[in-house]
């Protein structure tokens, strides 16, 4: 099967289903011969499988469909009658067609199966012939279709019986017969003319149809609508016979496309998946329920359900998943043409085409793909002339990217063009009155290239009937957040652009923290999410600074312009203690804070739609129902951005991004992962050595030698629980293990401990160097004493060989430790993880 | 199938779910009315429509809550009251609105029926189909699809 592309195996399945259907109708028909209806459905499937033959090069099968197909046009359009040996003429071209799909699937060509004598069969059944024609012809194709099944059986028999076969053809038949799978085999054997089976093996020498006795044919006639009970034996035959086709055991090797895969109602996947949201929602609900109990069975069992419930999340998800490249796959064709339109040579680089996602999704992001990529070949790619000039290739490429990032699809559209003239834009913006030319002075260049997305904006010098007619990227932007999804654009000026989307893999659940604010619950899509800061009263008063009349936050040394929920809502704020929490957000590549009462958690939501009137407040993008069953709004981080922010905040973050590549070399803070190892006792690890925060189960750990190990993305990864290194007594007989995966140089190990419990600055740690086995020292975080984890030490106990040399083959599938971005999900203070959705929100 | 007859007529006799709000009667016709749920709690939704109460839960199902007293223009409903929501489904989708407390189903004739009483005012008179005069007590039909206001 590797040799089919994917075009001719979609066309085999839909064949060999639009066959079974055939012999159904054809059979019926014959009850109910004026059934238009049937015929009509008949005459499709053939005229389809004769184009899409034509299409594909198969020519014997198009030869014989395209015949099939001339008898079957005349009898819809009531030139003539069904007569039974026209419906035997028909059946043996079905049975042909299906040895010639099963010859495709089992060798990729069509080999030498003979479709003369069909031919010949259906074209004299084509002719109005007297009745006495008829029936000879009928008596023909009784015969053919008998030899025909017999070269068939003949074939699988070939090994024990001295028959010489009477054309080469068999013995490339029994191969296909072999590949095909049971079903179909005998589906085929059913549809030959009844008395075919017994007779056929005696008259296998019969060389010539015209030999053969009338009898057999007015056999035919009669039986044939019956045709289900003498078939009863006739598959039994060549099974028993045949060892390959039929036994059950044989049949997972050589499963046939067909059999490999189901076509679902989409309908009915939707509805799985609406099932699947509301057991993840009462998932929530139990695992909070059962947090606050002590009953270890239950808690287990509930951690199960936890992980079952993600698992068969995962499960139905994938269901309606489909590759990117379903509609990449007609890119290169607009590309082409449009590139030969404007004259540029363009071309075109995929990667990532098998990255997937949800079909609802996957059409939903069609046309505005195929608009960004008209986009760059009609204005971001130079013609030739102008590329020779910048001394670029003459050709332009165009590149698509795709990958999983973090729980969402990144589709980035690239070229290598002349990129986005910000003053051009600006320019541009002024003249059509979208911003005023005092606004503009005051414009980063990075806000400028923001502008494209106002409505109402094209660059296009001139209006071409490709694009520049004004309705564009703000179309795009919109349809993309339509699905909860982001839009960016990065250019540099004579050197490319590139537009990024950032998907949600799915539409239905999705990963959100929610916050209180004002004693109401709300969630915010974790795609929007950055990190959290939660500071202080103390703290708070001396960060948060009012800049004319605007609150911003020194994150890092960087402003952070901050919203309060409470004044968007027009509601008052319930924490009157000072303390400040903040969720910094990213909305259209810029950055806020959004401040809140309180986290409260991270959960898989499930988004439900609300109604109009509550979708025009511009705030809302849906509701969900929580875990406890009460409702929560989802925040439209979008929409808050633009509700909230004035355009000059990202004149800062340019300074900002400067200033921090400039810091990040001189000033290296020291963030700290805090860890419960049991016993009471907490570690602290620098967070720049964690690569990942994973779950595995307990039953998942294996052993190799004295060490423990599990298997994570297809490498070994060696354990050492931190409990027993450091010599503290955890509860060893968890289920669910958190594990801190350490990664360098292409090798990593896997630390156990028993609870995640926040991340903080280590600066204001206040440190002693009383220090034991496989510590640092130890120093005083978050009021408590916390121990400084000796990394390395622990490291080595789990793989003796990690710092040497690195190993041609080590496991390979792990990013550097920069997968984690120290900064994010800082939690400090009372604000801290739960335990299960740690993974969730540490995965960043 | 002839087209004379496919002129629409009032049916001599309907029923309506009737309901108390602000000392009044209403009714809104059985087909309509989906379920009757005592005491959900509400999720407000800040800056909505005055009279969007919030949202409940039904059965996993997010449906907006239509507080009708503010809806009509009545004054807000006693502290320690609780409203008692009436779900109503309309075309296909559910809404459900709050009501005092909730009476009888009452079979009412189209002889009975009057224009809405010139004593209504302002907002509360368009969401009124107008009113049946039952025995000792008027019955204000009301409009659903204009008092859910999407």
Redesign the interface.
């Known amino acids: 099967m590797e040799g089919l592309d994917d075009i001719v195996e979609e066309f085999l399945v839909e064949s060999h289903e639009n066959l079974d259907q055939l012999d159904q109708d054809l059979v019926a028909l014959e009850q109910d011969p004026r059934s238009r209806e049937r015929l009509s459905s008949i005459f499709r499937t053939i005229h389809t499988i004769k184009g899409t033959s034509g299409f594909l090069a198969f020519n014997k099968l198009e030869e014989v469909a395209h015949v099939g197909e001339n008898l079957l046009s005349r009898m819809r359009d009531g030139a003539l009658d069904l007569t039974p040996s026209r419906t035997s003429a028909l059946l043996l071209m079905t049975d042909t067609i299906r040895a010639l799909l099963a010859e495709i699937e089992a060798s990729s060509g069509e080999g030498a199966v003979p479709v003369a004598e069909t031919v010949v069969v259906l074209s004299a059944a084509l002719d109005d012939a007297p009745t006495q024609a008829a029936t000879e012809a009928a008596a023909e194709a009784a015969v053919v279709a008998a030899a025909a099944v017999v070269e068939a059986e003949a074939a699988v028999l070939a090994a024990e019986t001295v028959v010489a076969p009477p054309v080469p053809a068999p013995v490339k038949k029994a191969a296909a017969a072999k590949k095909a799978p049971a079903k179909r085999a005998s589906r085929a054997k059913a549809a030959v003319p009844p008395p075919a089976p017994v007779p056929s093996v005696e008259r296998v020498p019969v060389p010539t149809p015209s030999v053969a006795p009338p009898a057999p044919a007015a056999a035919v006639q009669q039986e044939t609508p019956v045709a289900e009970v003498p078939v009863v034996e006739a598959p039994a035959a060549p099974a028993a016979l045949a060892p390959e086709p039929g036994t059950p055991e044989a049949q997972p090797k050589s499963r046939g496309v067909a059999d490999s895969t189901i076509r679902v109602d989409v309908d009915l996947l939707d509805n799985l998946m609406l099932l699947v949201g ?1 057991l993840v ?1 009462t998932r929530n609900q139990i695992v909070q329920y059962v947090g606050r109990q002590n009953d270890q069975d239950l808690i287990r069992a509930s951690q199960r359900l936890n992980l079952i419930a993600s698992e068969l999340q995962e499960s139905a998800m994938k269901t309606r998943m489909q590759p990117i490249d379903h509609i990449w796959s007609k890119l290169p064709r607009v590309v082409r043409d449009l590139g030969l339109q404007c004259g540029k040579a363009v071309r075109l680089e995929m990667e990532g085409k098998d990255t997937e996602l949800d079909k609802t999704l996957l059409e939903a992001v069609k046309d505005p793909l195929t608009h960004l990529v008209r986009n760059s070949v009609d204005h971001g790619i130079e013609d030739t002339a102008a590329r020779a000039a910048a001394g670029k290739p003459a050709e332009g490429v165009l590149t698509l990217r795709s990958r999983h990032e973090s729980g969402q699809v990144v589709v980035e559209v690239a070229d290598d063009g002349a990129g986005i003239d910000p003053v051009k834009i600006g320019r541009k913006a002024v003249e059509k009155g979208l911003i005023t030319a005092d606004a503009l002075t005051r414009m980063s260049p990075q806000d400028l290239l923001q502008l494209i997305f106002l409505p109402g904006f094209s660059t296009a010098a001139a209006v071409t009937n490709v694009s520049g007619r004004g309705v564009g990227m703000d179309v795009v932007k919109t349809n993309i957040e339509g699905i909860g999804g982001t839009i960016e654009v990065e250019s540099v000026a004579g050197r490319g652009t590139c537009m990024r989307l950032r998907i949600p893999l799915t539409l239905a659940i999705v990963p959100a923290l929610t916050i209180e604010c ?1 004693g ?1 619950r709300y969630a915010i899509p974790q795609i929007s999410l950055q990190e959290l800061v939660a500071l202080d009263a103390e703290k708070a008063a001396a960060a948060v600074e009012d800049v004319g009349g605007a609150s911003v936050y020194r994150l890092r040394g960087e402003l952070l312009p901050l919203v309060h929920l409470a004044d968007v ?3 008052p704020s319930d924490r009157h203690d000072g303390h400040v929490v903040i969720a910094v957000l990213s909305s259209e590549g810029r950055r806020f804070g959004l401040v809140v009462d309180r986290v409260i958690n991270t959960e898989e939501i499930v988004v ?7 979708k025009q ?1 511009g ?2 993008s849906g ?3 929580l875990g406890d ?5 989802i925040l439209d981080v979008q929409a808050l951005a633009r509700r909230a922010l004035r355009t000059e905040t990202t004149d800062r973050q340019e300074h900002r991004l400067a200033a921090a590549a400039a810091a990040a070399t001189v000033t290296e803070r020291q963030r700290m992962l805090l860890a419960a190892i049991g016993g009471g006792r907490r570690v602290a690890i620098p967070l720049d050595t964690v690569t990942r925060l994973e779950q595995v189960r307990s039953d998942t750990v294996e052993r190799v030698g004295s060490r423990e190990v599990v298997q994570y993305r297809g490498a070994i990864l060696p354990i050492v629980r931190l409990d027993r290194h450091l010599g503290a007594f955890g509860d060893s007989d968890r289920e669910v293990l958190e594990v801190i995966v350490y990664a360098d140089h292409g090798r990593s190990v896997a630390i156990v401990v028993e609870e995640i419990l926040d991340i903080v600055d280590g600066e204001a740690a206040v440190q002693s160097d009383i220090d034991d086995l496989g510590l640092l020292g130890s120093a005083v975080i978050g009021d408590r004493v916390t121990e400084l984890l000796d990394v390395r030490a622990a490291i080595l106990a789990a793989d003796p060989a990690f710092y040497s040399p690195v190993p041609a083959s080590g496991p390979a599938g792990l990013g550097g430790p920069t997968d984690l971005d120290p900064g994010a999900f800082g939690f400090e203070g009372s604000t801290r993880p739960s335990a299960h959705p740690t993974t969730h929100l540490m995965e960043v | 199938m002839s087209t004379a007859t496919a002129v629409w007529t009032v049916p001599a006799t309907s029923q309506l779910a009737t309901f108390w709000l602000d000392g009044d009667l209403f009714g809104v016709e059985v087909e309509h009315v989906q379920e009757v749920l005592r005491s959900q ?1 509400i ?7 005055a009279a ?1 109460a ?4 039904l059965r ?3 449906v ?1 809550a239509i507080e009708l007293r503010e809806r009509l223009g009545r004054k807000p409903r006693p502290e320690g009251q609780e409203a008692v929501v009436i779900v109503v489904r309309l075309r296909g ?1 559910a ?1 459900s609105l709050l009501v005092d407390s909730i009476a009888d189903v009452v079979d009412v004739a189209v002889r009975d029926f009057e224009a809405p009483p010139d004593t209504l005012d302002g907002v509360g008179r368009d969401l009124i189909r107008g009113a049946y005069k039952l025995s000792g007590q008027l019955l204000l039909a009301l409009d659903v699809n204009r008092a859910v ?2």
Do not use: F, H, M
Request: glycine content about 14%.
């Open positions: 509301e929602l004002s109401d809502l027009g509601l439900k739609a609300v109604s109009g009137q509550l407040i705030l809302y509701a969900t129902v069953g009460a409702v929560a709004l | 709690s999720t407000r939704v800040p800056l909505a429509p969007v919030g949202l409940i839960n996993g199902q997010v907006t989708e809404v206001g999407t």
